[in-house]
């Protein structure tokens, strides 16, 4: 079997991508330098563009200063005589301080009738406009606010621009600013006052501006050579691009020149001219250099700590992928590495796997020590490689498994030589063992034809469901079959079901109540509630099957609660009906007796549900009182407070002694089915039932026999005294709605 290069680590592996690597950084190395000068080129062009398109958009703002600010001032005089409305009328101090504060030159406050009441000049106080004024026809008009165009006051003479908001009492607020301030904001847009903004806040040599036919129109210094132009070898490039670049050198200085076109964007894309931006390269070189040299610096550093951490991360690699994929102590590949293969390298080939468990291992670690366990797995280990060839690979599964995979393999008969030859190295373990009476036993599951299946999780499943059967079969190996899988899966379904029963309280639970019969009174005294499982997929199943299903997989607990609910609403509905002294049993398990809080829910199940706790039985088996025999004694004397009687099921068949029953808080006891089937055969278990029947009499117990078939078996059990009788012969166990059926015909 070949070795796939991820188990292992190729120092070629290593090298190659250090060469590619350095023959990449070269090239980037070079290119990067180069990259370098073009990134402060580009640089000085954007931060050229820029410029221009800044310088562009201030041209634009000066010819449409008058409409842009025209706009400003309408909504300055907008928000401003609002807000003098809401201040101005009530306003105690000088109105002056509320124009400064909103930062215009007038505000006149009229009443409703268009007299001024208030104003920042005095003098107008009392002035009152007369019809067709601009005054008069807002006063008179309808607009809440309006703002005029620039005009002269009608008193100074004055350019002013006025805003109005009326009040919803007809009063109204005026408010003007100055014409002439307009012009002094124009004038920040003019070309030398911008030429010259743009010369402090760069860091340029020069900024010109050049009109359509590249003439010298402005500059921001008076060296002229550097704006001198060779026009007719750049206006092909401005025609063609709009820019033009060039170094240039002048008197053994070089420079940077950059030229873009300035065009207006509202105008009929009206060209306005060209914007020539001249860079100083001094620092520019120095830069470049510096960085070169950094950049070498950094990429030699680089190069020797990559090759450093490249061998250091071969060694690590190589000891992690032995961690990864083999076990420390036999040096065998792992289930990792096992999974790898089955994953990537068995398709097309005839290949089966071997679960080989050594069974006894775990006993042999606890009376000898882990040392002589991890001894003994390594001579394992060793003992069946010698097996192993080119199609026979041996791995490390767990801690006493292990896993041999068979590769190309041609009918069972050789799987079987194999089992056989395994078998022998695992005797021969055994037979050169230091210790005396230390023998390795083993159980072998196999899985013949694993490339039927789409996971390597399925097949370790089926390899442990067939070690499950090996260990309850006489042969220490079997071969994998879907029937144990569908035992399994029938197993899980059933769980699946009562899971969801439980949680749903359906009847997919359900009960059936076999009635008990009083042999002296000759009635039915009581009903044991007996658990049934109608499953949605396989129909009926047995309680010995779904009980033991609970069991094993941790649901008995919740599955009792459910039986006790549901007896509970029977006895409750019992009650309902004038059975009131009917008692109904239910079956407890051994694991719900010795829960802390097993007696309180009890109680609580029975009276949530409408049942009297008198009414309730609970019965255990013998068996469960072996370890526990003082706790769940504890727990039935608890329930006997509650008025709960107890019974003692299928006795006899256990472990139980009279001289424990003595001290046992019950009140009765069923003699199990298989001492009352013999009572007519005239065996000695026919004396054992009436022994039982007498010594429980004798501790003042009451008995009921189980399982009564025939009326011999009745016969016997009334003449030896016998309480009550449980069985066919009286009734199966019957539907609720036919144990109410069966109560008319009989009395209680």
Same mark, same amino acid.
């Given at each position: ?410 009918? #069972?008969?050789?799987?079987? %030589? /194999?089992? =056989? *030859? +395994?078998?022998? &190295?695992? @005797?021969? $373990?055994? !037979? ?59 197993? #899980?379904?059933?769980?699946? %079901? /009562?899971? =969801? *029963? +439980?949680?749903? &309280?359906? @009847?997919? $639970?359900? !009960? ?78 051994? !694991? ?157």
């Amino acid at each position: 079997m070949a070795e796939k290069n991820y188990r292992s680590l190729s120092l070629k592996y290593l090298i190659i991508p250090i060469l590619v690597l350095t023959l990449l950084f070269s090239f980037l190395s070079y290119k990067s330098i180069d990259l370098i000068e073009d990134y402060f080129c580009k640089e000085m062009q954007n931060e050229s563009q820029k410029i221009a398109r800044g310088y562009s958009y201030s041209l634009e703002k000066g010819l449409d200063a008058n409409l842009l600010f025209d706009d400003l001032l309408r909504e300055k005089l907008t928000a401003t005589s609002q807000v003098a409305a809401l201040l101005g009328k009530n306003y105690t101090e000088d109105i002056s301080q509320l124009a400064t504060f909103l930062n215009i030159d007038d505000i006149h406050v009229y009443d409703n009738e268009g007299v001024i009441i208030n104003s920042t000049n005095e003098k107008y106080i009392g002035w009152t406009a007369d019809a067709g004024h601009p005054v008069y026809n807002f006063m008179e008009g309808s607009q809440i606010s309006f703002v005029e165009e620039i005009r002269p006051d009608s008193e100074t003479g004055i350019n002013y621009k006025y805003g109005y908001f009326k009040n919803l009492d007809g009063s109204f607020i005026q408010v003007g600013i100055k014409a002439e301030n307009i012009t002094e904001l124009l004038a920040e847009f003019s070309l030398g006052h911008l030429m010259t903004e743009i010369q402090e806040v760069t860091e340029i040599e020069r900024i010109s501006y050049l009109d359509a036919g590249l003439n010298l129109e402005a500059s921001s210094a008076a060296n002229s050579s550097l704006d001198f132009f060779k026009k007719e070898e750049i206006r092909e490039s401005l025609e063609q691009n709009n820019k033009y670049f060039s170094f240039v050198n002048i008197n053994g200085k070089e420079y940077y020149k950059t030229i873009f076109k300035i065009t207006h964007d509202q105008h009929d894309s009206h060209d306005l001219g060209y914007l020539s931006i001249v860079y100083p390269l001094d620092e520019t070189k120095k830069a470049i250099s510096d960085f070169k040299n950094i950049a070498i610096a950094v990429i030699v550093t680089f190069y020797i700590i990559l090759i450093y951490g490249f061998f250091l991360s071969y060694r690590k690699n190589k000891r992690l992928i032995k961690i990864a994929y083999f076990d420390q102590l036999t040096e065998l590949p792992n289930k990792e590495y096992l999974k790898d293969v089955l994953e990537n390298e068995m398709e097309g080939k005839n290949s089966a796997l071997f679960l080989i468990n050594c069974d006894n291992f775990n006993l042999i670690n606890l009376s000898l020590g882990y040392k002589f366990g991890d001894q003994l797995i390594k001579e394992t280990a060793l003992q069946i490689k010698k097996i192993t060839d080119e199609n026979k690979k041996l791995f490390r599964f767990e801690e006493d498994k292990f896993i041999l995979l068979f590769e190309n393999y041609q009918d #069972d008969d050789q799987l079987e %030589e /194999l089992i =056989e *030859s +395994i078998n022998n &190295e695992i @005797e021969e $373990i055994s !037979l050169k063992s230091k210790f005396d009476n230390q023998y390795l036993s083993s159980s072998i599951a196999v899985e013949k034809d694993i490339n039927q299946y789409g996971s390597v999780e399925e097949i370790m499943n089926n390899l442990n469901i067939v070690l499950d059967y090996v260990k309850s079969s006489s042969s220490n190996y079997l071969f994998f079959n879907q029937q144990m899988k569908e035992k399994i899966n029938r197993k #899980d379904e059933i769980e699946k %079901e /009562l899971r =969801e *029963s +439980i949680r749903l &309280e359906d @009847e997919r $639970i359900h !009960l059936n109540y076999q009635p008990i019969f009083d042999l002296k009174e000759q009635k039915i005294a009581a009903f044991e509630a007996l658990a049934r499982l109608k499953t949605n997929k396989y129909g009926n199943v047995s309680p010995e099957e779904f009980i033991q299903i609970a069991e094993d997989r941790h649901l008995i607990i919740p599955l009792s609660k459910l039986i006790l609910k549901k007896a509970s609403k029977f006895s409750a509905k019992l009650d309902k009906h004038g059975f009131k002294k009917l008692k109904v049993s239910v079956n407890m398990s051994g !694991l719900d007796l010795i829960q802390e809080d097993f007696t309180e829910n009890i109680i609580k199940i029975i009276r949530e549900n409408g049942a009297k706790t008198e009414n309730i039985k609970v019965e255990i088996t013998e068996s469960v009182l072996l370890n526990n025999f003082d706790l769940i004694n504890l727990k039935l004397s608890q329930l006997k407070k509650e008025g709960i009687t107890s019974a003692l099921d299928d006795f006899g068949t256990g472990y139980s002694s009279f001289y424990r029953m003595t001290e046992l808080n019950i009140d009765l006891v069923k003699i199990d089915k298989y001492f009352i089937n013999k009572i007519t055969k005239g065996t000695e278990n026919s004396i054992v039932a009436a022994a039982i029947i007498e010594l429980s009499h004798s501790l003042g117990l009451s008995v009921i026999a189980e399982g009564v078939e025939t009326e011999a078996e009745k016969d016997y059990l009334i003449e030896n005294n016998c309480d009550y009788i449980q069985g066919y012969l009286f009734s199966r166990p019957l539907s609720e709605k036919d144990a109410f059926v069966l109560l008319k015909n009989f009395k209680v």
